[in-house]
């Protein structure tokens, strides 16, 4: 993938405008209109379903919306700073979690239920108990997840600058996704007491929570970015190429995850071995597809960075910048340490 990210042209650099803010409520676009009619529709859904969770074990809910909150948020802050040059509008960002957490579970349940009947018929019941979960799920969810970045990418074409905003969102989508999902796995799967809900934290998120949805959709993302913000440097061909081979990466690290293909988990876990077993199991499924989006993440710095240097490179020893300055600005480390001493000496507004 690494000749997919080169440094653009600079004439194209101004398309880029790394100082505007948009909005979700973009009220006069078809898209912000079907976007917010399927939320509306599944998040009754989704709440019914809710309600029948806490029905079933009031404190065990309770306390898995705790847990998974304690996840959640880090892993929010975590994707929203990898975004190094220009942080996206936080009502995009939340309707991208919403996305995934209310419309694309809601949505995947009916599908997955339909598929897995099929599945059921044509492979018989022991070959669906063993492969059902790998060849419904991957493509259902994976794809329903994407129709949401696809309707933020119609909406707000003009924040997805570059790959990395379409993995910020995509992974904003994923990580929704996971924690309504794993709210499921605690009460219906591993009863819903709270010591069931400990024991699902552990399986779900203390040893997999690396991997899964969050990476899945990040991939998903960087597709439809690359589609959007690449209109003028590539063919449509070869950016709907790209966006389908990160769609179909993501479907195949899901379809590895479901499947039985080099499970290592323990059937039960019994003692203490067996629960550290757990992490490393999901390592074995879970770290390949880990490394391949760091490496893309990488790159997209490394294209940002490029771009941020040939804006600024020629106002270098003017009156406004000079190269140390420039050096603070390409390193985020350093600006971020700049920012600080700014708050701490003349105080939040000259932070900024």
């Known amino acids: 993938m690494t000749d997919a990210l080169p440094l653009p042209p600079a004439k194209r650099l101004a398309r880029h405008r790394w100082a505007t803010r948009g909005t979700l409520f973009r009220v ?62 936080l009502s995009l960002l939340a309707g991208a979690f919403l996305w995934g957490a209310v419309a694309a579970t809601t949505l995947s349940a009916y599908a997955n239920e339909g598929w897995g009947l099929v599945v059921a018929r044509v492979g018989g019941p022991e070959f669906a108990s063993r492969w059902t979960a790998a060849l419904t799920a991957p493509l259902v969810e994976e794809v329903l997840k994407a129709a949401g970045i696809v309707l933020l990418a119609i909406l707000a074409a003009d924040e997805f600058d570059d790959v990395m905003d379409g993995f910020v969102y995509g992974a904003l989508c994923g990580l929704g996704f996971a924690v309504v999902e794993d709210v499921f796995y605690f009460i219906a799967v591993f009863g819903g007491s709270p010591s069931g809900v400990l024991a699902g934290f552990w399986v779900r998120v203390v040893s997999s929570g690396l991997y899964g949805h969050v990476l899945y959709t990040g991939l998903s993302g960087m597709g439809i970015a690359y589609v959007v913000s690449r209109r003028e440097e590539e063919p449509l061909g070869h950016r709907v190429w790209v966006a389908a081979g990160l769609l179909l990466a993501a479907v195949a690290g899901h379809f590895l995850w479901n499947s039985p293909l080099l499970n290592l988990f323990p059937g039960a876990a019994k003692g203490a071995g067996d629960w550290l077993k757990i992490p490393l199991a999901a390592a074995v499924k879970g770290v390949p597809l880990l490394i391949f989006v760091v490496v893309l993440v990488r790159l997209a710095h490394r294209r940002e960075r490029g771009w941020l240097e040939a804006s600024l490179r020629s106002e270098v020893d003017r009156p406004g910048l000079t190269a140390v300055e420039l050096g603070i600005l390409l390193a985020p480390v350093a600006r971020r340490r700049s920012r600080r001493d700014l708050h701490a000496r003349a105080g939040p507004r000259a932070a900024r």
């Open 28 to 89: 006069r676009s078809p898209a912000f209109w079907l976007f917010a009619s399927v939320l509306v529709v599944t998040g009754f859904l989704s709440i019914q379903q809710q309600q029948l969770f806490h029905g079933v074990s009031p404190s065990g809910w309770a306390l898995s919306w705790a847990l998974l909150g304690l996840y959640a948020l880090p892993v929010f802050l975590l994707v929203y700073v990898l975004d190094l040059y220009e942080r996206e509008p």
